[in-house]
């Protein structure tokens, strides 16, 4: 089974310019969720998409950020215009609920470095 | 306010016993995560406790007590590629059908010859 699929895997931008992310999750998988890992920390949760609806996106910076899943497959998240403090792993995760246990799988993450 | 604490690094020797300890403070409880983060790489999932007691996995057991908000990791026959972060997340009430994860900062484990 194919996991969840990011790209790209690595970014480097200055201050002010825009960027996006790409997930595809696993198939099958209803849920999905970008994260962000600042260098030391835990993953934070941005947002959480049900199918093609979103769930959750009271930690996004709405300013700055957005994010869309059209179909409910694939998925984008896209920061305009960057910042320095933005520099961090932005991690797509994709889930399947079964009975009471909903379990994330993650993807490899986009490295983004903003300068 | 919610808030997951574990230690910061762990240093332990290769074929040892260690215990990774978590405390938790969140509004609701519905399930308690494990995973495991190599450096550079994406976490993955290790255990999952939502019951008091403990579950076996292997080499890797994790133990839950709700009552005091407490859970440990517990790495036996530590081998060097279990060098990484191990990253201790509850799933409190809000959000989806089952609430969001909600992840400490993690513990750096590092297993030495």
């Known amino acids: 089974e194919a996991g969840v699929a990011q790209s790209p895997r690595y970014k480097i931008i200055e201050k002010r310019q825009s960027v996006a992310f790409w997930c595809n999750p696993i198939?099958?998988?209803?849920?999905l969720y970008w994260y962000q890992q600042i260098l030391g920390q835990g993953p934070k949760l941005l947002i959480q998409?049900?199918?093609?609806?979103?769930?959750?996106d009271s930690q996004l910076p709405k300013d700055r950020f957005s994010a869309e899943r059209l179909k409910g497959v694939d998925s984008t998240l896209k920061i305009q215009p960057a910042k320095l403090e933005d520099s961090a792993v932005y991690l797509c995760?994709?889930?399947?609920?079964?009975?009471?246990?909903?379990?994330?799988?993650f993807g490899p993450g986009t490295r983004l470095l903003v300068l | 306010g919610q808030n997951i604490d574990q230690p910061t690094e762990m240093t332990a020797t290769e074929g040892a016993i260690v215990q990774i300890n978590c405390t938790y403070q969140?509004?609701?409880?519905?399930?308690l995560f494990w995973y495991q983060q190599h450096a550079g790489e994406a976490p993955t999932f290790l255990s999952y406790?939502?019951?008091?007691g403990l579950e076996e996995k292997g080499r890797f057991s994790s133990f839950l007590s709700r009552s005091k908000g407490y859970s440990y990791l517990l790495l036996k026959e530590l081998q060097m590629k279990d060098s990484a972060s191990y990253l201790c997340?509850?799933?409190?009430?809000?959000?989806?059908?089952?609430?969001?994860?909600?992840f400490g900062k993690g513990t750096k484990l590092s297993v030495k010859p």
């Open positions: 406790n939502v019951l008091d």
């Open positions: 995760a994709s889930s399947l609920v079964q009975g009471a246990r909903e379990t994330q799988y």
């Open positions: 998409f049900q199918n093609n609806g979103v769930v959750d």
């Open positions: 997340a509850v799933r409190a009430y809000g959000g989806g059908s089952q609430g969001n994860l909600i």
């Open positions: 969140t509004s609701g409880f519905n399930g």
């Open positions: 198939s099958g998988h209803a849920t």
